[in-house]
Protein backbone atom coordinates (compact mmCIF):
# COMPACT_ATOMS: atom_id res chain seq x y z
CA UNK A 1 0.00 0.00 0.00
CA UNK A 2 1.71 3.54 -1.10
CA UNK A 3 0.54 6.23 0.54
CA UNK A 4 0.97 10.37 0.40
CA UNK A 5 2.02 12.20 3.50
CA UNK A 6 1.52 15.87 3.16
CA UNK A 7 2.85 18.11 5.90
CA UNK A 8 5.15 20.87 6.10
CA UNK A 9 5.90 20.24 9.92
CA UNK A 10 9.42 18.71 8.85
CA UNK A 11 9.48 16.98 12.45
CA UNK A 12 5.93 15.35 11.97
CA UNK A 13 6.27 14.68 8.51
CA UNK A 14 9.55 12.63 8.94
CA UNK A 15 8.16 10.83 12.17
CA UNK A 16 5.04 9.77 9.87
CA UNK A 17 7.42 8.85 7.50
CA UNK A 18 9.18 6.67 9.47
CA UNK A 19 6.19 5.46 11.52
CA UNK A 20 4.32 4.49 8.17
CA UNK A 21 7.42 2.32 7.09
CA UNK A 22 7.65 0.71 9.66
CA UNK A 23 4.30 -0.44 9.01
CA UNK A 24 5.29 -1.53 5.68
CA UNK A 25 3.72 0.96 3.77
CA UNK A 26 5.40 2.77 1.32
CA UNK A 27 5.27 6.82 2.00
CA UNK A 28 6.19 9.61 -0.41
CA UNK A 29 5.98 13.29 1.67
CA UNK A 30 4.81 16.66 0.14
CA UNK A 31 5.50 19.57 2.27
CA UNK A 32 3.01 21.72 0.44
CA UNK A 33 -0.23 21.68 -1.74
CA UNK A 34 1.78 22.08 -4.99
CA UNK A 35 3.81 19.45 -4.65
CA UNK A 36 1.14 16.85 -3.15
CA UNK A 37 -1.06 18.07 -6.12
CA UNK A 38 1.80 17.08 -8.44
CA UNK A 39 2.69 14.07 -6.60
CA UNK A 40 -1.45 12.81 -6.51
CA UNK A 41 -1.64 13.27 -9.92
CA UNK A 42 1.16 11.66 -11.03
CA UNK A 43 1.12 8.47 -9.06
CA UNK A 44 -1.91 5.68 -7.54
CA UNK A 45 -1.44 6.79 -3.77
CA UNK A 46 -4.33 3.97 -2.05
CA UNK A 47 -4.40 7.14 0.70
CA UNK A 48 -3.47 10.16 1.43
CA UNK A 49 -2.93 11.75 4.86
CA UNK A 50 -3.40 15.75 4.27
CA UNK A 51 -2.55 18.45 6.66
CA UNK A 52 -5.18 21.65 6.38
CA UNK A 53 -2.45 24.07 7.18
CA UNK A 54 -0.34 24.21 4.41
CA UNK A 55 2.40 26.98 3.09
CA UNK A 56 0.77 27.35 -0.33
CA UNK A 57 -2.75 26.02 -1.32
CA UNK A 58 -4.64 24.51 1.79
CA UNK A 59 -5.41 21.04 2.35
CA UNK A 60 -9.13 21.72 1.39
CA UNK A 61 -8.28 22.97 -2.00
CA UNK A 62 -5.66 20.10 -2.24
CA UNK A 63 -8.33 18.09 -1.62
CA UNK A 64 -10.90 20.16 -3.79
CA UNK A 65 -8.77 19.85 -6.75
CA UNK A 66 -8.04 16.08 -6.47
CA UNK A 67 -11.32 15.40 -6.31
CA UNK A 68 -12.05 17.87 -9.17
CA UNK A 69 -9.12 15.92 -11.25
CA UNK A 70 -10.73 12.82 -10.54
CA UNK A 71 -8.65 10.93 -8.06
CA UNK A 72 -10.48 9.19 -5.36
CA UNK A 73 -7.76 7.79 -2.90
CA UNK A 74 -9.18 8.04 -0.06
CA UNK A 75 -8.08 11.49 2.35
CA UNK A 76 -7.48 11.51 5.63
CA UNK A 77 -7.23 15.15 7.04
CA UNK A 78 -5.37 16.34 9.64
CA UNK A 79 -6.55 19.82 11.80
CA UNK A 80 -4.87 21.77 14.48
CA UNK A 81 -8.35 22.85 15.47
CA UNK A 82 -10.87 20.76 16.41
CA UNK A 83 -13.75 22.89 15.26
CA UNK A 84 -17.61 22.13 13.07
CA UNK A 85 -16.67 24.77 10.35
CA UNK A 86 -13.55 22.73 9.84
CA UNK A 87 -14.64 19.40 9.91
CA UNK A 88 -17.92 20.56 7.49
CA UNK A 89 -15.80 22.23 4.99
CA UNK A 90 -13.14 19.13 5.18
CA UNK A 91 -15.87 17.21 4.45
CA UNK A 92 -17.32 19.46 1.58
CA UNK A 93 -14.11 19.04 -0.17
CA UNK A 94 -13.91 15.68 -0.17
CA UNK A 95 -12.02 14.28 2.52
CA UNK A 96 -12.89 11.03 4.20
CA UNK A 97 -12.05 11.50 7.04
CA UNK A 98 -10.25 13.65 9.89
CA UNK A 99 -8.34 13.54 12.64
CA UNK A 100 -7.64 16.27 15.05
CA UNK A 101 -3.44 17.13 16.01
CA UNK A 102 -1.93 16.09 18.35
CA UNK A 103 -3.22 12.59 17.61
CA UNK A 104 -2.19 9.49 18.49
CA UNK A 105 0.08 7.31 15.71
CA UNK A 106 -2.12 3.97 16.81
CA UNK A 107 -5.13 6.46 15.57
CA UNK A 108 -4.19 7.13 12.83
CA UNK A 109 -3.04 3.52 11.42
CA UNK A 110 -6.93 2.68 12.64
CA UNK A 111 -8.44 5.57 10.44
CA UNK A 112 -6.10 4.73 7.88
CA UNK A 113 -6.78 1.37 7.57
CA UNK A 114 -10.16 1.91 8.22
CA UNK A 115 -10.70 4.24 4.74
CA UNK A 116 -8.55 2.06 2.83
CA UNK A 117 -11.40 -0.99 3.48
CA UNK A 118 -13.70 1.58 2.69
CA UNK A 119 -12.14 2.50 -0.30
CA UNK A 120 -12.67 -0.95 -1.60
CA UNK A 121 -15.98 -1.99 -0.22
CA UNK A 122 -16.16 -5.20 -2.18
CA UNK A 123 -13.60 -6.53 -0.48
CA UNK A 124 -13.33 -8.45 3.02
CA UNK A 125 -11.14 -6.86 5.68
CA UNK A 126 -9.45 -10.30 5.74
CA UNK A 127 -8.39 -11.45 2.16
CA UNK A 128 -8.70 -15.12 1.30
CA UNK A 129 -6.37 -16.08 -1.61
CA UNK A 130 -7.13 -20.07 -1.79
CA UNK A 131 -6.26 -21.68 1.81
CA UNK A 132 -4.14 -18.18 2.10
CA UNK A 133 -5.29 -15.76 4.44
CA UNK A 134 -4.13 -12.19 4.88
CA UNK A 135 -5.32 -10.13 7.97
CA UNK A 136 -4.10 -6.27 6.78
CA UNK A 137 -5.09 -5.19 10.46
CA UNK A 138 -3.92 -7.85 12.18
CA UNK A 139 -1.16 -8.33 10.07
CA UNK A 140 -1.10 -11.46 10.20
CA UNK A 141 -0.60 -14.37 7.48
CA UNK A 142 -1.66 -17.87 7.62
CA UNK A 143 -2.06 -20.97 5.20
CA UNK A 144 -4.55 -23.25 6.29
CA UNK A 145 -4.32 -23.02 10.18
CA UNK A 146 -0.11 -22.66 10.01
CA UNK A 147 0.69 -18.76 10.81
CA UNK A 148 3.52 -17.76 8.76
CA UNK A 149 5.97 -15.23 10.22
CA UNK A 150 6.57 -12.27 7.72
CA UNK A 151 9.14 -8.82 7.81
CA UNK A 152 7.05 -6.01 7.45
CA UNK A 153 8.27 -5.63 3.60
CA UNK A 154 6.69 -8.94 2.78
CA UNK A 155 4.17 -8.52 4.21
CA UNK A 156 3.03 -5.20 2.32
CA UNK A 157 4.48 -7.45 -0.58
CA UNK A 158 1.89 -9.82 -0.27
CA UNK A 159 -1.03 -8.00 1.07
CA UNK A 160 -0.82 -6.27 -3.01
CA UNK A 161 -0.68 -9.77 -4.21
CA UNK A 162 -3.49 -10.78 -2.06
CA UNK A 163 -5.81 -7.45 -2.86
CA UNK A 164 -5.11 -8.47 -7.07
CA UNK A 165 -5.46 -12.20 -7.09
CA UNK A 166 -4.73 -14.05 -10.72
CA UNK A 167 -3.73 -10.56 -11.85
CA UNK A 168 0.23 -10.25 -13.74
CA UNK A 169 1.75 -7.44 -11.57
CA UNK A 170 4.69 -6.04 -13.45
CA UNK A 171 8.12 -5.13 -11.72
CA UNK A 172 7.44 -1.44 -11.42
CA UNK A 173 4.11 -1.67 -10.20
CA UNK A 174 5.01 -3.91 -7.48
CA UNK A 175 7.75 -1.29 -7.03
CA UNK A 176 5.32 2.02 -7.00
CA UNK A 177 2.98 0.33 -4.48
CA UNK A 178 5.01 -1.47 -1.80
CA UNK A 179 8.07 0.83 -2.08
CA UNK A 180 8.07 4.23 -2.68
CA UNK A 181 8.57 6.52 -5.37
CA UNK A 182 12.24 8.04 -4.19
CA UNK A 183 13.28 4.48 -4.12
CA UNK A 184 15.46 3.95 -7.69
CA UNK A 185 17.71 1.08 -6.61
CA UNK A 186 17.65 -2.37 -8.98
CA UNK A 187 14.18 -3.56 -9.84
CA UNK A 188 15.80 -7.12 -9.00
CA UNK A 189 14.50 -6.01 -4.87
CA UNK A 190 10.99 -7.54 -6.37
CA UNK A 191 12.65 -10.92 -7.63
CA UNK A 192 14.30 -11.33 -3.71
CA UNK A 193 11.27 -10.43 -1.79
CA UNK A 194 9.57 -12.78 -4.16
CA UNK A 195 12.34 -15.22 -3.70
CA UNK A 196 11.78 -14.57 0.10
CA UNK A 197 7.60 -14.75 0.08
CA UNK A 198 7.96 -17.87 -1.34
CA UNK A 199 10.61 -19.69 1.02
CA UNK A 200 7.70 -18.92 3.47
CA UNK A 201 4.03 -18.92 1.93
CA UNK A 202 5.13 -21.97 -0.76
CA UNK A 203 8.09 -24.09 -0.58
CA UNK A 204 7.27 -25.64 3.13
CA UNK A 205 3.66 -26.12 2.35
CA UNK A 206 4.72 -27.62 -1.34
CA UNK A 207 2.88 -24.87 -3.25
CA UNK A 208 3.92 -22.70 -6.15
CA UNK A 209 0.77 -20.21 -5.69
CA UNK A 210 3.18 -16.66 -6.64
CA UNK A 211 3.90 -17.60 -10.54
CA UNK A 212 6.41 -16.23 -12.71
CA UNK A 213 4.92 -14.76 -16.01
CA UNK A 214 7.95 -14.65 -17.84
CA UNK A 215 8.75 -11.07 -19.12
CA UNK A 216 6.24 -9.54 -17.54
CA UNK A 217 6.05 -10.03 -14.00
CA UNK A 218 4.66 -12.29 -11.15
CA UNK A 219 1.38 -13.58 -10.40
CA UNK A 220 -0.51 -15.02 -7.61
CA UNK A 221 -2.32 -17.83 -8.61
CA UNK A 222 -6.62 -17.67 -7.62
CA UNK A 223 -6.50 -21.37 -6.75
CA UNK A 224 -4.10 -23.13 -3.81
CA UNK A 225 -0.94 -23.27 -5.34
CA UNK A 226 -0.77 -26.74 -6.09
CA UNK A 227 1.80 -27.62 -8.32
CA UNK A 228 0.72 -27.74 -11.83
CA1 LIG B 1 1.00 22.16 8.61
Known amino acids: MRLLVVEDEVKLANLLRRGLEEEGYAIDTAADGGEA ?3 A ?3 PYDAVVLDVMLPDVDGFEVCRRLRASGRWAPVLMLTA ?3 VPDRVEGLDAGADDYLTKPFSFAELLARLRALMRR ?3 ERPATLGVGDLTVDPAGRRVARGDVTIELTPKEFALLEYFARHPGEVLSRSRLIEHVWDFAYDGDSN ?3 VYVRYLREKVDRPFGRESIETVRGAGYRLREDDGSPN
Do not use: F, T, Y
Request: charged share 25%.
Open 119 to 121: GAP
Open 189 to 191: VVD
Open 37 to 39: LWL
Open 81 to 83: RDS
Open 41 to 43: QEN
